[in-house]
């Protein structure tokens, strides 16, 4: 019997403005650089830095600490629309297309 993983809908693409509304960076906004669907998170740019031991790999690089972007949950982000602000995300049939819309003013996102 094999085990099926079920692959959740992403509403959110990349290079849309989020905000975050959950955890220590609640209330920022930045653009989705990466999308991992499989864990269910989102890279957003500028948000919850973490400090990463990292090695050196040539004699050139140096090694320390640096600080770099962790993935968030999906759950924890709320796409930006220009009119409204945070909203969660409607699909709108336009002709043959699926446009995504904002659920507060209808606007097409």
Known sequence: MALVTEQHKFKLKRDD?????????????????????D??????EGV???????KRRKQT?????????????SSNVMIICKKCGPTRIGYKMDGEKKVRVCRKCKEAL
């Open 17 to 37: 403005t989020v905000e975050i509304i959950a955890g220590k960076d609640k209330g920022k906004r930045g653009k989705v650089l990466k999308i991992l669907r």
């Open 39 to 44: 864990k269910d998170r989102v890279l957003v």
């Open 48 to 54: 919850n830095i973490v400090k990463k031991a990292q």
């Open 61 to 73: 690089d140096r090694g320390g600490i640096i600080e770099i972007e962790a993935p968030l949950h």
